[in-house]
């Protein structure tokens, strides 16, 4: 677990300071996805630098932002619920077993990152555009989340794990009966 702080001109983390666009990006780029503790920490001091008006994360970082703790959410679910396992090559993040639809599926925190990605953004800046989307997204992400303090405090709620577990269970379902296209589309 690193040293994490937010103050006026940025994160420090370990004593070096970082902008806060970089500290966003990590979420991105998948540098958080192995350490969730940090990225929790991360996200802690991003709202409440926020709250002081020390930085304004504009929609697509609260987005990406807002991606990672759903996705984090949901693995937190899976490890809680027995479906974690180490990683047989070296150096690969664990992945966690996902059976909902019948079919054990290995899922790491990138899979469900991704697939948030295509469950909710792209189907919302499809159908709404650009701006009204981003806003949508936003919003979609945060009915996925509710409050419980007796977990910490914010946990993935029914309707949050209703939609992803729903959208596993398409693809499951799409993979056995072979509702995939043979071959890969060239566009």
Known sequence: MNEIKA?????????KLQAYSDVISLFENGTYDSCPVDAYQALQEINEAHQRGWVDPDMDQQIVMWRWL??????RELAKNGCESESITPGEDKYYTYAGGGIPVPL???????????LVETQLLQILGSDEGRVACTEAYRAMVTNFPD????ILSAEGMRQITGFLDAFVTMAVTGAFP???AIH
């Open 7 to 15: 103050i006026p001109e940025g994160i420090i983390i370990n004593g």
């Open 151 to 154: 977990d910490g405090g914010l």
């Open 108 to 118: 790491r925190m990138r899979n469900v990152r991704n697939a948030l990605m295509c």
């Open 70 to 75: 759903v996705a984090g959410m949901f693995i």
């Open 182 to 184: 043979d071959n890969r």
